[in-house]
């Protein structure tokens, strides 16, 4: 059955009320096996829909306990569809920490932060471990952000489904690259609005090799924002709170 839908106050936006429901363990799965995630070829929406159906899977741990019988006999799957299949679930047992972060489905965490956490705590055991006081001292997230992860890792259900999980994968600690000190090391960015000269990935990038950091929302904490075409309301809000602003020329200046 599905959940019931509610609006989030104070946003144009709406959520599953119950997170237990059909309807959000299947978005939770397509984003578990997406490109940025695990990145599992082969294991598309089509294809997680009918492992639910069938009851082949009902938590992340089953896709890698996977055996070629579980599915040879579904609609659309051969034996060499399973194989390849089975194959890309082998070829993901090992992620970097921020991508496993990120294909959690932890409220309000998306790549910046995982990012961020990954960068600060360097391995899955120290963020396990973390207390709020700890995600809350991480520069380039807020109280919201800090919550939800202290609440999502002191929640058994999620311990259990952790443990589970490392029995299958690994989760690589997060390498830091010592480059010395450089001019943006500390500096916390927040993009907004479109870039003409570079995409937003490659804006980031260019951040991260000057061991910048990156944020999704403006805060008192954020150093910089970076202002393309049709900014929105994060630019408005960046000059409230005296947050240098800075245009493409400036950026480009900077990083070069």
Not at 78 to 88: I, M, T
Not at 107 to 123: C, M, P, R, S, Y
Not at 177 to 190: A, M, T
Request: hydrophobic content about 40%; aromatic content about 8%.
């Amino acid at each position: 059955m599905g959940g019931k839908i509610e609006r989030i106050s104070g946003q144009v936006a709406y959520r599953c009320v119950n997170k237990n429901s059909f309807a959000q363990k299947r978005r939770k799965f397509y984003h578990f096996v997406s490109k940025k995630a695990f990145n599992i070829e082969g294991l598309g929406p089509k294809t997680i829909d009918l492992f639910l159906e069938n009851h082949i899977i009902s938590s992340y741990d089953d896709l890698f306990t996977l055996k070629a019988g579980d599915i040879q006999n579904l609609p659309g799957f051969q034996e060499k569809s399973s194989v390849n299949l089975l194959k890309s679930i082998e070829n993901s047992r090992t992620i970097a920490l921020e991508k496993f972060l990120f294909a959690l489905s932890i409220d309000h965490v998306g790549e910046e932060i995982a990012a961020l956490i990954a960068e600060e705590f360097g391995t899955l055991e120290k963020i396990c471990s973390a207390r709020l006081e700890d995600f809350d001292r991480v520069q380039g997230i807020g109280g919201v952000v800090a919550a939800s992860l202290s609440g999502w890792f002191a929640n058994k259900d999620n311990q259990a489904i952790l443990k589970r999980l490392l029995w299958h994968i690994k989760v690589l600690p997060h390498k830091r690259v010592n480059v010395g000190v450089l001019p943006l090391r500390d500096k916390i960015f927040v993009l907004t609005g479109t870039l003409h000269g570079m995409t937003r990935d490659e804006a980031k990038e260019k951040i991260k090799n000057k061991e910048g950091a990156i944020s999704s929302s403006v805060s008192a904490k954020t150093s910089f924002i970076i202002a393309g075409y049709d900014p929105g309301s994060k630019l408005e809000k960046a000059k409230k709170l005296g947050v240098s602003v800075l245009n493409e020329n400036d950026f480009i200046k900077i990083v070069s």
